[in-house]
């Protein structure tokens, strides 16, 4: 992945030669603290050598030393409160510019959300409601018990209609009708010319009589 370029800006440049200060004057500060150590070590080697007035000398140097230290960690004080003074100046402005964009984009939206258009709105909706609520009111409360047997009835009607429509036609041509001759058994038959013989004539007897031999033989 490679490194995003930053833009590097005046106030980038200015709070970066504030803190090299700052660095430079610690650095110094250090070497001050160091020669008042040395001045202490010189008054005390003085001293053991009876150098009473070379040991005086060394102790005014070390105090001029520690005043030095102390004007130096004022200004470094100073360096650093004014550093982040910057730091914080341009995060707020950094952060009031993200505040106005956000702020114009929000006025773009409101413009195309207009409070006439956001009413009118809920008032279409409110309407559309009413509307609904009258006729489910209508369709509940204004049927009665007839209105219901009527539309019961309608809907029977419409089902056997329907029903109706499903069923085949009925043939319209005549059927004809074709004479089917029954056959008897011998025992009916016999009873049935018994019963014509006696409105016969004789030789329907004589018949009779030679039919009966003929199924004897038959029989045999």
């Known amino acids: 992945m490679g490194s995003k370029n930053t833009k590097i800006t005046s106030h980038d440049r200015t709070i970066l030669e504030l803190k090299l200060q700052r660095d430079k004057l610690k650095q110094k500060q250090k070497r001050i603290l160091g020669m ?7 008054a005390r080697e003085a001293l053991r050598q009876g150098n009473k007035s070379g040991a005086l000398l060394a102790l005014k140097k070390k105090k001029y030393q520690q005043r030095l230290s102390e004007k ?3 200004q470094i004080m100073n360096l650093e409160e ?3 003074s910057i730091e914080f100046s341009l995060l707020e402005k950094d952060i009031l510019s993200r505040l106005d964009a956000g702020n114009s984009i929000l006025k773009e939206l409101n413009k195309e959300m207009s409070i006439e258009n956001v009413e009118k709105l ?3 909706t409110q309407d559309a409601i009413s509307y609904q609520n009258e006729i489910s009111e209508l369709l509940s409360g204004k049927i009665t018990s007839e209105d219901e047997e009527e539309i019961l009835n309608e809907l029977r009607e419409i089902t056997a209609d329907q029903l109706a429509q499903q069923l085949p036609d009925v043939p319209t041509t005549e059927i004809p009708i074709v004479p089917v001759k029954l056959s008897l058994p011998e025992e009916e038959e016999e009873e049935e010319e018994e019963l014509s013989e006696e409105h016969a004539e004789p030789s329907s007897s004589i018949q009779k009589e030679t039919r009966k031999e003929r199924r004897q033989l038959v029989a045999a």
Do not use: P
């Not at 008042?36 to 010189?42: G, L, M, P, R, Y």
């Open 36 to 42: 008042s150590n040395e001045a202490t070590e010189v």
């Open 72 to 74: 130096t960690e004022t």
């Open 82 to 84: 004014l550093t982040q």
């Open 122 to 124: 809920l008032e279409d």
